[in-house]
């Protein structure tokens, strides 16, 4: 399904460098999100969004912002990288608010060396 | 708070048997949903089932099933004629009016030949 990308999809940085990640999507949903996934924890919410400039911090949003200034994208920056910040990065949108669920982006794998 | 737990953190099952996957969970919400959803080795998030809160009937997807026991806020996904292609992490997920969902820690299945 093309409704979702996300870019890059393998990303390897420096400590302390800034990282912008990429969300596109193509359905014109009104919420989308970005989460990440460790190994014991599940997927974790990071930031969110439910339009346009509009955006709210998740359970684990320290060293991370968002911006929305479009429908379609959706960007997470890293202010600066920190190896604890190496994770698989997932991008979802979704229809409405309840019992949609989500569609997911493929995934960015971050490394922070 | 909302949780969710998965005590299962790996699982194994000849093909062709049939497998329960657990998971748990805790809202003070009365409208809510839930969610499986399958994330093979390509890494792909795919929802698998939904079920609504205020359904009593068990929701079902061609071989996936579940057993929503809501008095004991459990959610089980059962897989019946296991295929090679089901080998994936599994992840039970709740939401309800926020849009946000929660993730549980996952069960890594393998199917066997």
């Known amino acids: 399904d093309a409704g979702i990308t996300q870019s890059p999809r393998h990303k390897v940085t420096e400590t302390g460098t800034p990282v912008t990640l990429r969300c596109h999507q193509t359905?014109?949903?009104?919420?989308m999100y970005w989460y990440r996934q460790d190994p014991g924890h599940g997927l974790r919410l990071i930031h969110y969004?439910?339009?346009?400039?509009?955006?709210d911090k998740g359970e684990v949003s320290d060293g991370y912002s968002v911006s929305r200034s479009k429908t379609e994208d959706f960007l997470l920056t890293l202010e600066s990288a920190t190896s604890s910040q190496t994770s698989v990065y997932f991008c979802?949108?979704?229809?409405?608010?309840?019992?949609?669920?989500?569609?997911f982006g493929s995934g960015t794998r971050l490394t922070v060396v | 708070a909302q949780t969710v737990t998965q005590s299962q953190p790996e699982m194994s099952v000849q093909e062709a048997e049939t497998v329960t996957l657990s998971c748990t969970y805790d809202t003070s919400e009365n409208n809510y949903y839930l969610f499986w959803y399958k994330q093979p080795p390509s890494r792909q998030m795919i929802l698998v089932i939904r079920?609504?809160?205020?359904?009593?009937q068990n929701a079902t997807e061609n071989r996936f099933s579940v057993n929503f026991q809501k008095a004991a806020k459990s959610f089980s996904l059962k897989i019946s004629d296991s295929q090679l292609g089901d080998t994936a992490m599994y992840f039970c997920?709740?939401?309800?009016?926020?849009?946000?969902?929660?993730f549980g820690t996952g069960t890594l299945l393998a199917v066997q030949p």
């Open positions: 079920q609504e809160a205020y359904k009593q």
């Open positions: 969004s439910y339009g346009v400039k509009d955006t």
């Open positions: 979802a949108i979704s229809e409405g608010a309840g019992g949609y669920g989500y569609t």
């Open positions: 997920a709740l939401g309800g009016a926020t849009n946000k969902l929660i």
């Open positions: 359905e014109n949903h009104r919420y």
